[in-house]
């Protein structure tokens, strides 16, 4: 999700995770400011759910983990905290202290997309998560229409997307050993009708 507003005065990330683990409310951390996270709405929550459930039950009885919005991911190389909507690995799980609330090396990372959200999660956001190395695949799905675009981290360092609009595309995340048909990940979200002509 979008930040919707930043303090005021630097903080270090051990400050930020004192607060954050003793709070109500869920913020996420920027190289020293405090970014406060708007809710969410039934169609976001639905995808989210959506891709987690279906990623959940295919990695049963494997070395393979897949995490909600509630676990932090850690960009060291930019002092950063996020909530990433879905995140997943296979291997073992580097976390970033004793207490296993954030983690560093994800290979998978999913955002959905709003209108206020869309520039942030392909460009600041993503070229955040780029800096993770263990990061090789995006999933970005849209709440309003049936679309979802995946980038893939090539062998030659650069970024290959594929764009998924029909209901019975498949999605296949090579990196956690996945694959997830588009009209399930849109599962129960009503889309806007279109206008009239």
């Known amino acids: 999700m979008h930040a919707a507003a930043r303090s005021a005065a630097f903080i270090s990330a051990e400050e930020y995770l004192e607060s954050e683990r003793a709070a109500e409310t869920r913020s996420e951390y920027v190289n020293g400011e405090i970014v406060s996270m708007p809710g ?19 990695l049963v009885g494997r070395p393979c983990r897949v995490f909600t919005a509630n676990m932090k991911v850690r960009i060291e190389r930019a002092n950063v905290f996020r ?4 995140s997943a690995l296979c291997g073992p799980i580097a976390t970033y ?6 983690y560093l ?3 998978f990372l999913c955002e959905v997309l709003s209108f206020s959200t869309e520039d942030y999660d392909r460009g600041e956001k993503f070229a955040l998560y780029r800096l993770i190395d263990s990061f090789v695949e995006y999933l970005l799905v849209a709440r309003d229409r ?16 594929w764009e998924f609009t029909e209901s019975d595309d498949i ?20 889309f806007p009708a279109a206008p009239r002509a």
């Open 97 to 102: 202290d004793r207490v296993t609330d954030a």
């Open 40 to 58: 969410g709405t039934f169609d976001h929550d639905a995808i989210t759910g959506n891709i987690f459930g279906l990623i959940r039950n295919q």
């Open 105 to 107: 090396n994800p290979s």
């Open 83 to 86: 909530y990433p909507d879905v």
């Open 171 to 190: 999605v296949t995340l090579e990196s956690i050993g996945c694959s997830l048909r588009l009209a399930e990940i849109h599962d129960k979200v009503e």
């Open 146 to 161: 049936r679309w979802a675009q995946l980038y893939r981290r090539s062998r030659a360092g650069g970024w290959d997307s």
